[in-house]
């Protein structure tokens, strides 16, 4: 059989399933994505509702600028093709208990000015001096590479990433080995301590603070921003580059096992009993089902069994969202109010959760809503394990998800007051939807939280197993982070199984 034959079976239709598919199509390999969902996406994903667009998959994407080397994975994969692009000023505001407003600028002078504000100490403002700079210098640093794997690098690829990042290490090193908590305690003063702890949105997430100064930099950079069509229109870009290439994609179909023989992956057995072979087997989806369920278990080591037991695995979260004849294209698109009292709420992972987030998609994607209405979304980062409890009472599950519709509702009546009878439409998704329409182990939305650690795990762990052959590993349980990332990996693995082959690995631009 020649490499122009070799066929490769994709497990999911996500974003990192689509672009392994592109790829493989693109060099000779003939793909099929069995995917258990309707519709291509996975964790990008998005739902209407009378007239409404519920985006529950994307905030923003990174390698919108032409001119940095990770836009050429969006050229090749048709992602942005004829697509408008809503940039950030800002990244929230957030108003404290005294009603004071203050805006996270992606303008580093700015966001220092703004920040000073809520200060007088001379050590506060020299760490605030000393963020924002930093935020501006990285804004200039060159982007992460997606041409090939860290496995197929040589010495002088090493070399030439090491040089390239190396005026920005100190950065890299600083903030990327202390957490925003920690971080946060490091201020004097006590309403700037409060502010900082929220500089990615929520302080019971264990961000380091580097994720925050990256979003920033390339918001400033105009290297970040909202696509449109959003997170399914995302999706369904990938999925029409794929079929464009010749690509097969069979929905509502769940992988029950996969099949091996003589430690090679051969095929999938379907839920629906049938059998399906090929060459190639590639996994996008939930790495645990993959691990522990399609594989039981049977190709484990060390290092994986540590990750799996000890890496802290992304909290999902409960959104809200609201279809509103109301006009918000003049309000903050993500506001954060600091509240009095804790949110009382089951199913949240802080029992002293005192903070509402409200965000609406009148500036980022107007077609979200009729002319002069809204889409309003607010989350929580939520317990899976509470969530799942509470639904196996579906009458109990039920109560608690309109409760949770009910205090941002009277929230959003507090700010503006009328708006309740302005509601048309209330939908909510938990983490046990997240989990139903994805598979994602405990309705994650990202994988693993970002930390060293688990930077050092993923790399010994890889994308493909001990023992196993014809088989990879994609998505964000491998590379974990945003989509840039995991469409990336898609890329690698076709990377890697042309390098099997000694075949020169070939893109085609859009």
Known sequence: MTNQEKSIIIIGAGAAGLAAGIYGQMNGYKTNIFEMHNIPGGLSTAWKRKGYTFDGGMDWIVGIDPKMEEHLIWRELGALKGKKVAFYDELFRIKDREGKICTFYADPKKFEEELSQFTSYGEDLKKIKHLCKSIGRFSKAPSFSYKKPENLYGFFDKLAVMLKFLPYMGILTKYNGVMISDFAKEFRDPRLREIISYIFYNPDIAY???????????????????????????????????????GQVEYEKRVKKIIVKDNRAIGILLADGTEHFADIVISACDGRTTIYDLLEGKY????????????????????????????????????????DKPVEVSGLISKNQNSILVRHYCHTEPSYSPSGKSVLTSFFIANYDEWKELYKDRERYKKEKEKVADIVIEHLEQTYPGIRKKIEYVDVSTPVTIERYTGNYKGSIMGWIATSEIDVWSKRVGMTLSNLDNFYMIGQWVVYGGVIRVVGSGRFVIQMQCDKDQKKFATMLD
């Open 208 to 246: 380091s603070v580097f994720p925050p100064l990256f979003t920033l930099a390339n918001m400033y950079n105009k290297n970040a921003g909202y696509p449109e069509g959003g997170a399914l229109g995302l999706g369904k870009s990938f999925e029409a580059r794929y079929k464009e290439l010749g």
């Open 300 to 339: 484990l080591n060390d290092d994986i069994n540590r990750m799996y037991k000890e890496a802290t695995v992304h909290p999902s979260m409960v959104r809200v969202f609201l279809g509103v004849n109301q006009d918000f294209k003049n309000e903050p698109h993500t506001a954060i109010y600091l509240k």
